[in-house]
Nanobody, 123 residues
Framework: VQLEESGGGLAQARASLRLSCVAS????????MSWFRHRAGKEREFVAA??????HYADCVKGRFTISRDSAKNTVYLQMNSLKPEDTAVYYC???????????????????WGQGTQVTVSS
């Protein structure tokens, strides 16, 4: 499975951005699709996940970020509102077909990753 992200860029604080990730698989609906991010000097961290109709979020983005998916386009989105400078990071799309819910937040559990897209939020 190949994943290709897009939509990153530079934004001011309190602005919005939408990230997209297209997956090259005919069985897109079977995959848990997630977003992680890597901030400078920190470990890669979970942001949001979509699996079997359910969504999961990191506490730091709840109420601001929304993950959604369009099966007709094999695409998962991350709508990011009320951006903060601390959201600055490289954002990665990840996919796996066999994850259980308890593993969704563990980056090492995913088999497939995109190349990442930079999001920079200025104050």
């Amino acid at each position: 499975v190949q994943l290709e992200e897009s939509g990153g860029g530079l934004a001011q604080a309190r602005a919005s951005l939408r990230l997209s990730c297209v997956a090259s698989t005919p069985t897109f609906s079977r995959y848990a699709m997630s977003w992680f991010r890597h901030r400078a000097g920190k470990e890669r961290e979970f942001v949001a996940a979509s699996r079997r109709g359910n969504t999961h979020y990191a506490d730091c983005v709840k109420g601001r970020f929304t993950i959604s998916r369009d099966s007709a386009k094999n695409t998962v989105y991350l709508q990011m509102n009320s951006l903060k400078p601390e959201d600055t990071a490289v954002y990665y799309c990840a996919a796996d077909s066999s994850l259980i819910t308890s593993k969704l937040k563990n980056p090492s559990a995913y088999d497939y990753w995109g190349q990442g897209t930079q999001v920079t939020v200025s104050s």
